[in-house]
């Protein structure tokens, strides 16, 4: 008999995905939920509230129920006739204090690299030994030994190596640290404490960056994504161009997908402060995001680079910029019409930014020449937002003069703004 025809008891069906329950915790408001379930609430959702209750939830802590889990594995011995499996007994969930102890046996370099080693093995697990991690330290303690791991290279360049241009971090429990951080996953708390006032972390990261192994540069940057997404205006306004010349120089060498999403992602968060656009701009960000766009077939990158390029036009240095690269105008105007909504409106933006601020008579000839004014007239033709027919307009408008003998505009759209 199927276990769909067998009549489980109620108290045996998790409250969230109402399955018989494996391995069932109750959380401190008194609920029991199937461990899986609850997990999946808590840290994928982002909720603290009890599902059932919608009491808040103070703390990560889920209490195995032994005597349930008992009860419900008896309950499928008895009905193993009617093809129900028993559940296996599931595995002691990590606690605080072993936690503790493999983070004091990290402090010995001879047990370093195993400790670290096996908090990432905890760390990849399951969403509640992150948790757990946190709750026992081990963001702080990982901290300080990436901060004291690039000191103490920092330093031995300076003393030994400072004819060199750079040098490499190799050492292992510094790529270890660094991809703990990453899997811990933290909480918004813990990042904003990583970030600190000193900005002392943010350039141990910046560093690894410039001197590590790709790994920990991908991990570096990905974790000052994060770090960002919670930073405030201030911690903001702090970033020091070194920071920017490393990210963008990870980006032109494109050390994974993952490392180039989350700097583009750091660059958005950082660069709508005008000094950091600037900063971005004098690193060189322009002329390499042009060409990732003339590589990228993957359109959300593409609109990821659109955006950017947008903000950094902003600022005179970045259409400066774009302006000097031989596809910069071509690769903007290519893009219109084969992106979203959204970025077809930042290309038209960056068009008239350029339309507005920086255009000279040979740069007005380079956009016909490119197709920029015949990709123009098709915004206004095709269906799409008013917004940026409106900008289209406009630059139409700024170079009606010069373009009115143009094949690419039909003569009945130029009579309808006389030079």
Not at 153 to 158: A, G, I, Q, V
Not at 191 to 220: E, Q
Request: glycine share 2%; with cysteine.
């Amino acid at each position: 008999m199927p276990m769909e025809e067998v009549e489980i008891p109620s108290f045996f069906l998790c409250p969230i995905s109402l399955q018989l329950m494996k391995d069932p915790v109750t959380v401190p408001t008194g609920i029991t939920y199937d461990r899986e379930s609850i997990e999946k609430w808590l840290f994928s959702a982002k909720s603290s509230t009890c599902p059932v209750t919608k009491q808040a939830i103070p703390d990560c802590e889920l209490t195995p129920n032994h005597t349930l889990r008992r009860l419900i594995q008896s309950w499928c011995t008895l009905n193993a006739a009617h093809g129900i499996e028993r559940i296996p007994t599931p595995r002691p969930p990590i606690s605080k204090s072993q936690i503790a102890k493999l983070l004091h046996e990290a402090e010995s370099p001879d047990m370093r690299n195993k400790c670290l080693k096996r908090l990432r093995s905890i760390a990849t697990e399951n969403a509640t030994n992150r948790c757990c991690m946190e709750a026992a330290g081990a963001a702080d303690f990982l901290a300080t030994l990436v901060k004291n791991e690039t000191s103490v290279s920092s330093t031995l360049l300076d003393e030994t190596l400072s004819d060199c241009l750079s040098f490499e971090v190799t050492t292992r429990p510094l790529d270890e640290a660094l991809a703990v951080l990453y899997h811990l996953q933290l909480s918004e708390a813990s990042l904003k404490n990583l970030i600190g006032n000193d900005g002392v972390f943010v350039d141990s990261l910046t560093r690894i960056m410039r001197s590590g192994t790709c790994d920990s540069r991908a991990y570096a940057v990905m974790l000052l994504k994060s770090m960002f997404e919670v930073a405030d205006i201030i911690q903001l306004s702090r970033l020091r161009k070194e920071l920017f010349v490393e990210v963008v120089r990870l980006l032109r060498d494109q050390v994974s997908q993952k490392a180039t999403k989350s700097a583009l992602k750091l660059l958005i968060l950082a660069c709508p402060m005008g000094r950091n656009r600037v900063k971005a701009v004098k690193a060189s960000a322009v002329p390499v995001l042009i060409d990732l766009l003339l590589d990228s077939c993957n359109k959300r990158q593409s609109e990821t680079i659109l955006l950017l390029l947008d903000v950094l036009c902003q600022c005179a240095e970045g259409r400066a910029k774009l302006l000097e690269h031989g596809a910069g105008i071509a690769i903007v105007s290519k893009r219109i019409l084969r992106v979203s909504e959204t970025a077809n409106e930042r290309c038209v933006r960056i068009l008239l930014s350029i339309s507005k601020f920086s255009a000279t008579p040979s740069i007005v000839q380079e956009m016909l020449q490119v197709g920029v004014a015949a990709k123009l007239c098709l915004v206004l033709q095709v269906e799409g937002r008013s917004k940026t027919k409106e900008k289209a307009r406009e630059i139409l408008k700024l170079h009606a003069r010069a373009w009115k003998n143009s094949p690419c505009i039909p003569a009945d759209f130029l009579s309808s703004y006389p030079a």
